[in-house]
């Protein structure tokens, strides 16, 4: 027998490896700290009868509960021929002294109706005849363990990333390995199914199933934000400054309270290449922030394509191991040069017999004004290379940047800065 081949069950992640970790502690405080449960459920109707399956969910930190469960009330299937389906979001705002449970309960393949009655949660009638008997498929649950997740706007287009725009997050999950059958009608697959959940969980999550976010399907997700306090306010922040030349991080530690001493981590990079890396012991100032104190060149400055924090907390003074608390990076757009070139003013008169044969002679010259296209005023058009270079910098351009821009006149712009260190 090959031995190498051989499994060790006692390296495989469990359930309790989750709800044990302290990096998730935030989830199941006994302080009774308010959490939400978001769960999206595809339901397939069918003449016989309708299927619930749970194509994605996450259990995370919120600023309100009331243990019970909430979904909008009309239903809105969209017709395959065969069968109908929607993907309809139920909420559960949850005590955090509930969550272990609620998660072990989930993880055992217990109903909504079973759980909510286990753990005296409020569920409506309605609610429970639609999704009462919704379960997860617990004969293919993997745990996957804890990582950190660099902020979305980071544009890490490799891997997983948070939720969350501006802050990172620590993630784990309870997967449903099999999510094929999430897909699956009898044998068969259907690509317009496939493609309204896709669409319906990309609006309401903020994620991209249908690329890198693939992998989240069927999961249970597990989110702790130590950047982010309950109202989603940021609790980290890393800024220039020019007199002296530094950069400057702070953060607030009341996601992490367990900790109480805080070393900062900051990388600085060009081209992808690291250019600089620096750790520094944080200070406490008197708002109870910790603030570090990174020295930069200026030249390091200017040439800076973006920089990545990371916080690891201490216990005491005296500990010599510390742990990491959170990550964060900040994109620097530094220059976009594009041209635009001026249309000229043009009228073009429309034929349209209908509209002046039946309006009275009096109103000929407002008639011809109307069927006129064209404005008095030169217009702007950029050309095609703008969201060509949009699009691989995964960028959007802010509307008002382009309106303010081709109101001013100019016929070619350079230089155009985008959260870039001041200059």
Same mark, same amino acid.
């Given at each position: 027998?090959?031995?190498?081949?051989?499994?060790?069950?006692?390296?495989?992640?469990?359930?309790?490896?989750?709800?044990?970790?302290?990096?998730?502690?935030?989830?199941?405080?006994?302080?009774?700290?308010?959490?939400?449960?978001?769960?999206?459920?595809?339901?397939?109707?069918?003449?016989?009868?309708?299927?619930?399956?749970?194509?994605?969910?996450?259990?995370?930190?919120?600023?309100?509960?009331?243990?019970?469960?909430?979904?909008?009330?009309?239903?809105?299937?969209?017709?395959?021929?065969?069968?109908?389906?929607?993907?309809?979001?139920?909420?559960?705002?949850?005590?955090?002294?509930?969550?272990?449970?609620?998660?072990?309960?989930?993880?055992?393949?217990?109903?909504?109706?079973?759980?909510?009655?286990?753990?005296?949660?409020?569920?409506?009638?309605?609610?429970?005849?639609?999704?009462?008997?919704?379960?997860?498929?617990?004969?293919?649950?993997?745990?996957?363990?804890?990582?950190?997740?660099?902020?979305?706007?980071?544009?890490?287009?490799?891997?997983?990333?948070?939720?969350?725009?501006?802050?990172?997050?620590?993630?784990?999950?309870?997967?449903?390995?099999?999510?094929?059958?999430?897909?699956?009608?009898?044998?068969?697959?259907?690509?317009?199914?496939?493609?309204?959940?896709?669409?319906?969980?990309?609006?309401? $999550?903020?994620?991209?199933?249908?690329?890198?976010? $693939?992998?989240?399907?069927?999961?249970?997700?597990?989110?702790?934000?130590?950047?982010?306090?309950?109202?989603?306010?940021?609790?980290?922040?890393?800024?220039?400054?020019?007199?002296?030349?530094?950069?400057?991080?702070?953060?607030?530690?009341?996601?992490?309270?367990?900790?109480?001493?805080?070393?900062?981590?900051?990388?600085?990079?060009?081209?992808?290449?690291?250019?600089?890396?620096?750790?520094?012991?944080?200070?406490?100032?008197?708002?109870?922030?910790?603030?570090?104190?990174?020295?930069?060149?200026?030249?390091?400055?200017?040439?800076?394509?973006?920089?990545?924090?990371?916080?690891?907390?201490?216990?005491?003074?005296?500990?010599?191991?510390?742990?990491?608390?959170?990550?964060?990076?900040?994109?620097?757009?530094?220059?976009?040069?594009?041209?635009?070139?001026?249309?000229?003013?043009?009228?073009? +008169?429309?034929?349209?017999?209908?509209?002046?044969? $039946?309006?009275?002679?009096?109103?000929?010259?407002?008639?011809?004004?109307?069927? $006129?296209?064209?404005?008095?005023?030169?217009?702007?058009?950029?050309?095609?290379?703008?969201?060509?270079?949009?699009?691989?910098?995964?960028?959007?351009? +802010?509307?008002?940047?382009?309106?303010?821009?081709?109101?001013?006149?100019?016929?070619?712009?350079? *230089?155009?800065?985008?959260? *870039?260190?001041?200059?």
């Amino acid at each position: 027998m090959d031995h190498s081949m051989i499994l060790d069950m006692s390296m495989v992640t469990v359930l309790d490896d989750l709800l044990n970790d302290n990096r998730l502690m935030r989830l199941f405080s006994n302080d009774a700290r308010h959490c939400a449960l978001q769960l999206w459920i595809l339901q397939i109707k069918s003449e016989q009868s309708t299927e619930n399956r749970v194509v994605y969910g996450r259990l995370l930190p919120y600023n309100y509960s009331d243990d019970q469960w909430h979904s909008r009330d009309d239903d809105n299937f969209q017709d395959f021929k065969q069968f109908k389906a929607q993907v309809v979001r139920l909420n559960l705002y949850v005590k955090s002294s509930n969550c272990i449970n609620l998660l072990r309960q989930l993880s055992a393949g217990k109903t909504i109706s079973a759980i909510s009655e286990d753990l005296k949660l409020k569920l409506s009638e309605s609610i429970n005849t639609r999704f009462g008997m919704t379960t997860l498929v617990t004969s293919s649950l993997a745990y996957r363990p804890v990582v950190f997740l660099l902020n979305r706007d980071a544009y890490d287009l490799t891997s997983l990333t948070s939720p969350h725009g501006a802050a990172g997050a620590i993630s784990a999950s309870i997967s449903q390995t099999d999510k094929r059958s999430l897909f699956r009608i009898g044998e068969n697959y259907c690509a317009d199914l496939t493609s309204m959940i896709v669409k319906r969980l990309d609006a309401d $999550t903020g994620l991209n199933f249908g690329g890198n976010d $693939t992998i989240r399907f069927g999961d249970i997700e597990l989110l702790v934000f130590p950047a982010l306090d309950d109202y989603e306010r940021s609790l980290l922040s890393v800024d220039w400054s020019k007199t002296p030349s530094s950069l400057i991080a702070k953060f607030n530690p009341m996601q992490v309270p367990h900790f109480n001493c805080f070393q900062f981590r900051v990388s600085i990079l060009n081209d992808g290449q690291m250019i600089y890396s620096g750790i520094t012991t944080a200070e406490r100032n008197i708002e109870g922030v910790f603030e570090g104190n990174f020295m930069l060149s200026d030249q390091l400055r200017i040439i800076a394509d973006s920089a990545e924090l990371e916080v690891f907390g201490f216990h005491d003074n005296l500990s010599r191991e510390g742990i990491l608390c959170c990550r964060s990076q900040i994109a620097y757009i530094r220059k976009i040069q594009f041209d635009c070139f001026a249309l000229r003013s043009q009228s073009t +008169p429309v034929k349209f017999d209908w509209l002046e044969k $039946t309006t009275r002679p009096s109103e000929s010259t407002r008639v011809q004004a109307a069927l $006129t296209t064209g404005h008095d005023n030169p217009c702007f058009s950029v050309t095609e290379d703008l969201q060509k270079a949009a699009n691989v910098a995964a960028l959007q351009l +802010p509307s008002s940047f382009v309106t303010t821009l081709f109101a001013s006149g100019f016929a070619e712009a350079t *230089a155009v800065w985008f959260n *870039a260190p001041e200059a």
